[in-house]
């Protein structure tokens, strides 16, 4: 157990056990070719048709999905490996449907969708292999990656010369204080935009004791994070010019143009590898490969005829839902984050953890992502999957507030963060907008998500039903060991320290 003196092994253990213990049930768009791919070996999703709006027969006549699949087929990994278990899961429930019927299809809840996908579940034997590969793509695929992204997001304040205690403190907060928690329990492609552009950043960001311009290396891997970011969601078209400029103006205002752009070239090269993926998948799919599935998808709802495809100007009314609405806005569902609205101008330039150029780089980041969401019509539908199109904002906003939160004093930011790692919980565990979730909490108390879902599913009146204070001790179990593994880990620390 000497890895645990390592306070980055100790992060990455505490935030993928919370997460898995955390995993929602919720089967979405990402899922279906992660299915197909992991059963079939094909992106088609035929065998689902019907089974989620986002879900359109092509003009070949086979079923695709209304999304770009990069993160549909990483998390195929381990659906094939798990493949044999879910199998047997799958034969158990269609074996149960031919003796008995087709049984307890009421899952009692206000979201229509929900509950029409259980009944089809239910009916074709895949309720229980659909709830186990939700339990895999979250314990195998977001939770262990986001608690890497942590560990890295640790690194990157240790290079600023941020002492352990304050830079871990740091870190578990923007796990369990901020919309992260919510996201990273279930299978979602805006956390992979997060990773590549925030990973994009911290290659191109030079820290003390590194040479400017930053490495070819650096800027290789540079531009393929920054092409990861196209190849999973079309704001990348955003992000990586922006990552572009981040790197070549500096660069040419220090040099010369001619210079600063053969120096790009490395990070264009990069980026060819996630951008050929995503032109060489829309093209098996659709037949050609630069039109995105968005064009060949049918409208199917009111937002899809405004303007092209569903984006039109930005709208003042769908800015304010963006940082305010209740079941998705920035600042609702992550309060902390407004306080990378404080300036930190009365601060010393060499005292900074987030420095004046990279903070300008923070505030463009801010406005680009949030007029594309803004304009972005379907940004309208974020109620019924809570906050979403903003989350690569996220650890950029906690770097830009974490000069402000060091010089509070410990106590004050036990305060704060206490409220606030309850307010992140409570929305990960309901998974509603946020008063209603709170409200769930007031009525229901301490819950989880995969088991909240079981209750609303199983018989009234059975042991599970019943059952309401296991989440509790669940819940309680994890937070002890978590506490025992830090607290471990720390005495082990010092003695190293003491014995030199």
Known sequence: MQFLRSRRWRIFLIVWMVYSLHFATNVVREHYPAFSLAEHGTLRVDEYQGFHTDIFVHRDGHSHINNQVLVSVLAAAPLLVFDPVLDALERHS???????????????????NAARLYQMTRER??????????????????APLTALFMVFFYGQLRERTVDPDPAAGLTLLLAFGTPLFFRSTGLNHNMFVMYGMFAAFALLWVKPGMEFPVSRQRRLLAGFWGGVTLATDYIGALILPLLYAYLVIPRALQSSWKTSLRESLDMVAGSLLPVA????????MFGDPFLPAQHWMPKANEYAFRGAQGFTMPEWDLLLQNLFHPGFGLYVWGPVLALALVPAWWYRSDSLILPRRERRFVAVAFVLLLLFASANQYARLQWNSGFRYLVPLVPFLLLALSDHWIRLPRLARAAIAVPLVLHSWVLAAFREPVPVSWSLFGSEGVQLPWFRVLRLTAAPGSALSNAGWLPGVMVLTTVIVAVAIWQYGARLERRREVLG
């Open 125 to 142: 034997g895949l309720d229980l292999r659909f709830g186990a590969a939700t339990a895999i793509t979250t314990v195998f695929f977001m």
């Open 94 to 112: 269609k074996a149960e449907v031919a003796r008995h019927g087709v049984t307890n299809t009421e899952y009692r809840t206000s979201r229509k």
């Open 277 to 284: 993926f995503l032109l060489y998948t829309q093209w098996s």
